[in-house]
Protein backbone atom coordinates (compact mmCIF):
# COMPACT_ATOMS: atom_id res chain seq x y z
CA UNK A 1 0.00 0.00 0.00
CA UNK A 2 3.04 2.00 0.95
CA UNK A 3 4.46 1.37 -2.33
CA UNK A 4 1.60 2.69 -4.43
CA UNK A 5 0.98 5.94 -2.13
CA UNK A 6 4.87 6.68 -3.12
CA UNK A 7 4.25 5.81 -7.05
CA UNK A 8 0.95 8.32 -6.81
CA UNK A 9 2.70 11.04 -4.89
CA UNK A 10 5.44 10.78 -7.24
CA UNK A 11 3.54 11.28 -10.35
CA UNK A 12 1.13 13.96 -8.64
CA UNK A 13 4.04 16.03 -8.03
CA UNK A 14 5.69 15.80 -11.20
CA UNK A 15 2.37 16.74 -13.03
CA UNK A 16 2.19 19.63 -10.73
CA UNK A 17 5.60 21.01 -11.81
CA UNK A 18 4.56 20.91 -15.36
CA UNK A 19 1.62 22.74 -14.64
CA UNK A 20 3.64 25.72 -12.62
CA UNK A 21 5.91 25.78 -15.67
CA UNK A 22 9.06 23.43 -14.69
CA UNK A 23 10.30 20.30 -16.55
CA UNK A 24 8.76 18.27 -13.37
CA UNK A 25 12.07 15.52 -14.28
CA UNK A 26 13.40 15.46 -11.05
CA UNK A 27 11.01 17.15 -7.97
CA UNK A 28 8.88 13.86 -7.89
CA UNK A 29 11.96 11.26 -7.65
CA UNK A 30 13.63 14.06 -4.71
CA UNK A 31 9.62 13.43 -3.02
CA UNK A 32 9.85 9.83 -3.57
CA UNK A 33 12.46 8.82 -1.96
CA UNK A 34 12.19 11.45 0.98
CA UNK A 35 9.15 8.95 1.31
CA UNK A 36 11.47 5.74 1.18
CA UNK A 37 14.84 5.54 0.53
CA UNK A 38 14.23 2.01 -0.68
CA UNK A 39 11.16 3.03 -3.36
CA UNK A 40 13.25 2.00 -6.42
CA UNK A 41 13.93 -1.84 -4.86
CA UNK A 42 10.37 -2.40 -4.51
CA UNK A 43 10.14 -2.01 -8.25
CA UNK A 44 9.67 -4.69 -10.98
CA UNK A 45 12.15 -3.46 -14.19
CA UNK A 46 12.06 -4.65 -18.12
CA UNK A 47 14.16 -7.82 -18.95
CA UNK A 48 16.44 -5.54 -20.18
CA UNK A 49 17.91 -2.39 -17.99
CA UNK A 50 20.66 -0.35 -20.03
CA UNK A 51 22.94 2.15 -18.72
CA UNK A 52 25.23 4.79 -20.64
CA UNK A 53 27.62 6.70 -18.97
CA UNK A 54 30.80 8.61 -19.88
CA UNK A 55 32.38 12.12 -19.96
CA UNK A 56 30.65 13.02 -23.30
CA UNK A 57 28.79 11.33 -25.79
CA UNK A 58 26.15 10.11 -23.22
CA UNK A 59 23.11 11.90 -23.98
CA UNK A 60 23.82 11.73 -27.79
CA UNK A 61 24.10 7.91 -27.59
CA UNK A 62 20.71 7.60 -25.16
CA UNK A 63 18.70 9.58 -28.25
CA UNK A 64 20.21 7.16 -30.67
CA UNK A 65 19.68 3.81 -28.72
CA UNK A 66 16.09 5.41 -28.06
CA UNK A 67 15.24 6.06 -31.97
CA UNK A 68 16.79 2.28 -32.64
CA UNK A 69 15.03 0.67 -30.19
CA UNK A 70 11.88 2.53 -30.90
CA UNK A 71 11.80 1.62 -34.77
CA UNK A 72 12.15 -2.00 -33.21
CA UNK A 73 9.28 -2.28 -31.71
CA UNK A 74 10.40 -1.96 -28.26
CA UNK A 75 8.62 0.21 -26.11
CA UNK A 76 11.60 2.39 -23.93
CA UNK A 77 11.33 4.50 -21.16
CA UNK A 78 14.35 7.15 -21.14
CA UNK A 79 15.36 10.34 -19.13
CA UNK A 80 14.80 12.28 -21.99
CA UNK A 81 15.28 15.50 -20.24
CA UNK A 82 18.59 14.45 -19.08
CA UNK A 83 18.13 14.22 -15.49
CA UNK A 84 20.78 11.74 -14.97
CA UNK A 85 21.17 11.51 -11.10
CA UNK A 86 19.48 9.85 -8.68
CA UNK A 87 16.07 12.29 -7.79
CA UNK A 88 16.13 12.34 -12.24
CA UNK A 89 16.35 8.31 -12.40
CA UNK A 90 13.84 8.20 -9.57
CA UNK A 91 11.41 10.27 -11.03
CA UNK A 92 11.59 9.31 -14.49
CA UNK A 93 10.84 4.98 -13.16
CA UNK A 94 8.02 5.93 -10.92
CA UNK A 95 6.08 7.73 -13.56
CA UNK A 96 6.37 4.75 -16.04
CA UNK A 97 4.85 2.48 -13.29
CA UNK A 98 1.69 1.18 -12.71
CA UNK A 99 0.42 1.69 -9.58
CA UNK A 100 1.55 -1.94 -8.28
CA UNK A 101 5.21 -0.83 -9.53
CA UNK A 102 5.78 -2.63 -12.67
CA UNK A 103 7.81 -0.65 -15.40
CA UNK A 104 5.42 -0.92 -17.86
CA UNK A 105 7.99 -0.71 -21.16
CA UNK A 106 10.10 -2.83 -22.66
CA UNK A 107 13.37 -1.48 -21.97
CA UNK A 108 14.93 1.16 -18.90
CA UNK A 109 17.23 3.14 -20.84
CA UNK A 110 19.14 5.41 -18.83
CA UNK A 111 21.82 7.98 -19.12
CA UNK A 112 23.80 8.38 -15.95
CA UNK A 113 26.16 11.00 -14.60
CA UNK A 114 29.48 9.28 -13.47
CA UNK A 115 29.04 10.25 -10.21
CA UNK A 116 25.86 9.13 -9.27
CA UNK A 117 25.81 5.91 -10.48
CA UNK A 118 26.84 4.62 -7.50
CA UNK A 119 23.97 6.18 -6.09
CA UNK A 120 21.87 4.20 -9.00
CA UNK A 121 23.29 1.27 -8.91
CA UNK A 122 22.63 0.57 -5.00
CA UNK A 123 18.85 0.27 -5.50
CA UNK A 124 18.93 -1.51 -9.30
CA UNK A 125 21.25 -3.84 -11.21
CA UNK A 126 21.74 -2.43 -15.55
CA UNK A 127 21.48 -5.66 -17.40
CA UNK A 128 23.79 -3.74 -19.45
CA UNK A 129 26.42 -0.78 -19.66
CA UNK A 130 27.85 1.18 -22.18
CA UNK A 131 31.15 4.03 -21.49
CA UNK A 132 31.62 5.89 -24.17
CA UNK A 133 34.92 7.97 -22.66
CA UNK A 134 36.74 9.52 -19.99
CA UNK A 135 38.36 12.58 -20.38
CA UNK A 136 38.54 15.92 -18.66
CA UNK A 137 35.40 17.05 -18.07
CA UNK A 138 34.17 19.95 -15.31
CA UNK A 139 37.43 20.23 -13.91
CA UNK A 140 35.94 21.94 -10.87
CA UNK A 141 33.95 18.91 -10.31
CA UNK A 142 35.51 16.15 -11.54
CA UNK A 143 39.34 17.15 -10.99
CA UNK A 144 41.18 14.73 -13.06
CA UNK A 145 39.57 11.71 -15.49
CA UNK A 146 41.25 9.54 -12.60
CA UNK A 147 38.53 10.18 -10.43
CA UNK A 148 36.10 9.53 -12.89
CA UNK A 149 37.29 5.54 -13.35
CA UNK A 150 37.16 5.41 -9.94
CA UNK A 151 33.80 6.51 -9.83
CA UNK A 152 32.37 4.27 -12.63
CA UNK A 153 34.91 1.51 -11.56
CA UNK A 154 33.74 1.23 -7.92
CA UNK A 155 29.86 1.82 -9.30
CA UNK A 156 29.77 -1.43 -11.70
CA UNK A 157 27.61 -4.55 -10.41
CA UNK A 158 29.28 -7.80 -10.82
CA UNK A 159 27.49 -9.73 -13.51
CA UNK A 160 26.76 -6.48 -15.70
CA UNK A 161 27.23 -6.55 -19.65
CA UNK A 162 29.96 -3.69 -20.23
CA UNK A 163 30.04 -2.06 -23.78
CA UNK A 164 33.51 -0.45 -23.54
CA UNK A 165 35.03 1.51 -26.11
CA UNK A 166 38.74 0.23 -25.64
CA UNK A 167 40.08 3.17 -27.33
CA UNK A 168 40.62 5.24 -24.69
CA UNK A 169 42.98 3.18 -21.81
CA UNK A 170 40.79 4.54 -18.97
CA UNK A 171 37.42 2.88 -20.29
CA UNK A 172 39.58 -0.33 -21.15
CA UNK A 173 40.94 -0.58 -17.87
CA UNK A 174 37.46 -1.28 -16.55
CA UNK A 175 38.05 -5.00 -18.16
CA UNK A 176 40.44 -6.31 -16.06
CA UNK A 177 38.77 -8.48 -13.23
CA UNK A 178 35.11 -7.61 -14.38
CA UNK A 179 32.96 -10.45 -13.19
CA UNK A 180 30.84 -10.42 -16.85
CA UNK A 181 30.49 -10.25 -20.26
CA UNK A 182 32.47 -7.18 -22.14
CA UNK A 183 31.89 -6.19 -25.30
CA UNK A 184 34.79 -3.95 -27.07
CA UNK A 185 34.65 -1.00 -30.06
CA UNK A 186 36.73 1.53 -31.43
CA UNK A 187 37.88 3.13 -34.39
CA UNK A 188 40.45 1.84 -36.56
CA UNK A 189 43.20 4.30 -38.15
CA UNK A 190 41.66 6.85 -40.88
CA UNK A 191 42.40 9.89 -42.33
CA UNK A 192 41.37 12.36 -39.01
CA UNK A 193 43.67 10.38 -37.19
CA UNK A 194 46.81 11.99 -35.91
CA UNK A 195 50.45 9.80 -36.51
CA UNK A 196 52.78 12.30 -34.19
CA UNK A 197 53.78 12.05 -31.31
CA UNK A 198 51.51 13.71 -28.34
CA UNK A 199 52.64 14.92 -24.81
CA UNK A 200 50.65 15.91 -22.12
CA UNK A 201 48.00 12.84 -22.16
CA UNK A 202 46.62 11.89 -19.39
CA UNK A 203 46.58 7.89 -19.96
CA UNK A 204 49.78 7.52 -20.12
CA UNK A 205 50.92 4.39 -18.17
CA UNK A 206 49.69 1.06 -18.01
CA UNK A 207 47.97 0.44 -15.23
CA UNK A 208 49.46 -3.20 -14.53
CA UNK A 209 53.28 -2.86 -14.39
CA UNK A 210 53.73 1.24 -15.16
CA UNK A 211 55.20 1.07 -18.29
CA UNK A 212 54.72 4.15 -20.39
CA UNK A 213 52.29 2.79 -23.31
CA UNK A 214 53.35 3.62 -26.47
CA UNK A 215 50.80 4.72 -29.55
CA UNK A 216 50.40 3.64 -32.70
CA UNK A 217 47.88 6.52 -33.66
CA UNK A 218 45.73 8.96 -31.98
CA UNK A 219 42.16 10.16 -32.58
CA UNK A 220 42.19 13.03 -30.00
CA UNK A 221 43.49 13.35 -26.57
CA UNK A 222 44.22 10.12 -24.74
CA UNK A 223 41.74 7.85 -27.76
CA UNK A 224 43.78 5.99 -30.02
CA UNK A 225 46.00 2.46 -30.40
CA UNK A 226 48.29 2.36 -27.51
CA UNK A 227 50.03 -1.29 -26.13
CA UNK A 228 52.37 -1.62 -23.27
CA UNK A 229 56.01 -2.19 -23.93
CA UNK A 230 55.55 -5.56 -21.89
CA UNK A 231 52.32 -6.66 -23.37
CA UNK A 232 50.18 -6.37 -20.09
CA UNK A 233 47.41 -3.66 -21.80
CA UNK A 234 47.13 -3.05 -24.68
CA UNK A 235 44.18 -2.03 -27.12
CA UNK A 236 43.60 -5.16 -29.46
CA UNK A 237 41.35 -5.58 -31.57
CA UNK A 238 37.75 -4.83 -31.09
CA UNK A 239 35.00 -7.19 -31.38
CA UNK A 240 32.98 -4.07 -33.40
CA UNK A 241 35.27 -1.94 -34.80
CA UNK A 242 34.81 0.99 -37.50
CA UNK A 243 36.59 1.23 -40.70
CA UNK A 244 36.71 3.32 -43.73
CA UNK A 245 35.39 6.55 -41.95
CA UNK A 246 34.13 8.76 -44.13
CA UNK A 247 32.71 11.93 -42.20
CA UNK A 248 32.12 13.80 -44.74
CA UNK A 249 29.95 11.35 -46.35
CA UNK A 250 28.20 10.06 -43.74
CA UNK A 251 29.59 6.75 -43.94
CA UNK A 252 31.72 3.87 -42.15
CA UNK A 253 31.60 0.11 -42.13
CA UNK A 254 31.24 -1.76 -38.71
CA UNK A 255 32.54 -5.23 -38.99
CA UNK A 256 31.92 -4.93 -43.11
CA UNK A 257 28.11 -3.42 -42.98
CA UNK A 258 27.90 -0.12 -43.93
CA UNK A 259 26.78 1.88 -41.33
CA UNK A 260 24.93 5.91 -41.95
CA UNK A 261 26.09 8.51 -39.56
CA UNK A 262 23.68 11.00 -38.62
CA UNK A 263 26.17 13.81 -38.53
CA UNK A 264 29.27 14.35 -40.12
CA UNK A 265 31.90 14.84 -36.97
CA UNK A 266 34.78 12.55 -35.68
CA UNK A 267 32.64 11.70 -32.69
CA UNK A 268 29.49 11.00 -33.96
CA UNK A 269 31.49 7.65 -34.92
CA UNK A 270 32.23 6.80 -32.19
CA UNK A 271 28.54 6.61 -30.34
CA UNK A 272 27.17 5.03 -33.29
CA UNK A 273 29.52 2.24 -33.15
CA UNK A 274 29.10 2.06 -29.45
CA UNK A 275 25.11 2.17 -30.30
CA UNK A 276 25.92 -0.91 -32.81
CA UNK A 277 27.63 -2.72 -30.24
CA UNK A 278 24.70 -1.98 -27.57
CA UNK A 279 22.70 -2.80 -29.93
CA UNK A 280 24.23 -6.12 -30.80
CA UNK A 281 24.88 -7.31 -27.28
CA UNK A 282 20.48 -6.88 -26.81
CA UNK A 283 19.82 -9.26 -29.50
CA UNK A 284 18.92 -7.01 -32.53
Same mark, same amino acid.
Given at each position: ?12 ? @? ?7 ? $? ?14 ? !????? &? ?27 ? @? ?6 ? $? ?23 ? #? ?5 ? #????? &?? !? ?10 ? %? ?23 ? +? ?8 ? #?? +? ?8 ? &? ?48 ? +? ?12 ? &? @????? @??? !? %????? $? ?8 ? %? ?16
Amino acid at each position: MWKMIVILACKFI @NKASKLLGH $EGSVIGGHYALKLDKN !ILKKI &KLPEFVVGITGSSGKSSSTELMYNILTKN @NYTVCYNK $EGSNTINGITSMILNNCNFFGKVKK #DILLMEL #DEQFM &KY !IFKHITPTHLMI %TNITRDQPPRNSHPEKIYNAIKGAI +PEGTTLILNV #DD +PFVNRLRINH &KGIKVSYGVSQNDYSIASKLHNLDACYCPICNSKLEYEFYHYGHIGSYQC +PKYHFYRGTPQYEA &K @NVDVV @NRS !I %TINDK $EVKLPSNFLY %TVYFVTGCYALCKSLGL
